[in-house]
Nanobody
Framework: QVELVESGGGLVQPGGSLRLSCAAP????????MGWYRQAPGKERELVAI???????SYGDSVKGRFTISRENVKNTVSLQMNSLKLEDTAVYYC?????????????WGQGIQVTVSS
């Protein structure tokens, strides 16, 4: 089992910024990618941003140019810098990690962290 530790989030006004962090401190398998998805009430879970071990990044269309995913100096930790936040960015944000087991890949999810954009 892989534990993902999420931090950051909270309440911010439109136009503001927040930073999320996700760490996998106890992981003992190779990490293929880490990133974030989000789910707003009544909507499906959607991609926010992912970063592969080689440094490639991918963003959801709605956050391109506003959000940046990056690797932290601490091993197996990624951060999501969210700028110019909009009301529609309100959601529960889930960290995800894809690991490489000997018998195949597996995806792991954090418990989720609330981000609320409100005036």
């Amino acid at each position: 089992q892989v534990e993902l530790v999420e931090s950051g989030g909270g309440l911010v006004q439109p136009g503001g910024s927040l930073r999320l962090s996700c760490a996998a401190p106890e992981i003992k398998i190779p990490v293929i990618l880490m990133g974030w998805y989000r789910q707003a009430p009544g909507k499906e879970r959607e991609l926010v941003a992912i970063r592969t071990a080689s440094g490639r990044t991918s963003y959801g269309d709605s956050v391109k140019g506003r959000f940046t995913i990056s690797r932290e100096n601490v091993k197996n930790t990624v951060s999501l810098q969210m700028n110019s936040l909009k009301l529609e960015d309100t959601a529960v944000y889930y960290c995800t990690l894809r690991g490489d087991h000997d018998v195949g890949m597996a995806d792991y999810w954090g418990q989720g962290i609330q981000v609320t954009v409100s005036s």
